[in-house]
DNA sequence: CGGTATCCGCATCGATACTG
DNA sequence: CAGTATCGATGCGGATACCG
């Protein structure tokens, strides 16, 4: 996601650009709740993300030092994503978004 | 933006279909820091949208009943852009994601 | 298991012109 | 002032195939 100009007067602008990602947003929300996962765990539980987006989007998120990855040398492969502290520090946002899905879904149909 | 299926086991994808659109969000905010605002007062304060753009999110935050668009019938057009009692909870998501988004400008380059 | 690589359709977005 | 209409380019993202 791009990082617009307005990003100097609204802040939002630079947190958008770390997490506006298509799937991010759901990512650090399972990585927080689950705290340690493999792709494929990670990949069940956001299943409308094909693989090559999942991956991508790891990627992104590990650039911007939110997310570890750590790969265990055998066979089969082992991956293991997890949140950096500084991937914890974005909680309070995730819980706003969740916190407010949450209510508009209980007021509108689920 | 789409509506995940995921949204069923994080309701941060309810939040994100709502306020995820390109402009959304900075437009929220500056809904919020000036309660009123006119069409063009808005463009000044997001440049990079387009008028296309900034109209077309404007439309769809109407739709969704979180912001208020109200006409007034004199030439020149006068047209008036508020938040609504709704858009107005967003405000806790828009504070997390701005004060994170001021802490991670603080620590980077700016 | 945990990914890349490649191709490419199609929605999104920008640019431009025009209007009440 | 506050938009709409239209066209066309871009690039996101899905599908598929393949690899260490």
Redesign the interface.
Same mark, same amino acid.
């Given at each position: 996601m791009k990082n %617009? /100009?307005?990003?100097?007067? =609204? %802040? =939002? #602008? *630079?947190?958008?650009s !770390?997490i #506006?990602g298509?799937?991010k947003?759901?990512i650090l @929300?399972?990585l927080y709740q689950n705290s340690v996962l493999r792709f494929n765990e990670l990949h069940r !539980? &956001? %299943?409308?993300a094909t693989t090559k987006m999942l991956a991508q989007q790891l990627r992104e998120l590990e650039a911007d030092k939110l997310v570890e990855r750590k790969v265990y040398p055998v066979v089969p492969p082992k991956v293991e994503y997890s949140l950096t502290p500084f991937g914890r520090? &974005?909680l /309070? &946002?995730?819980?706003?978004?969740?916190? @407010? #899905? *949450?209510s508009? !879904?209980e007021a509108h149909g *689920?």
């Open positions: %617009p /100009p307005s990003t100097y007067r =609204c %802040p =939002c #602008g *630079a947190t958008l !770390l #506006g298509k799937y947003i759901v @929300w399972f !539980l &956001v %299943p409308e520090s &974005v /309070p &946002v995730l819980e706003a978004m969740n916190a @407010w #899905g *949450a508009y !879904l *689920a």
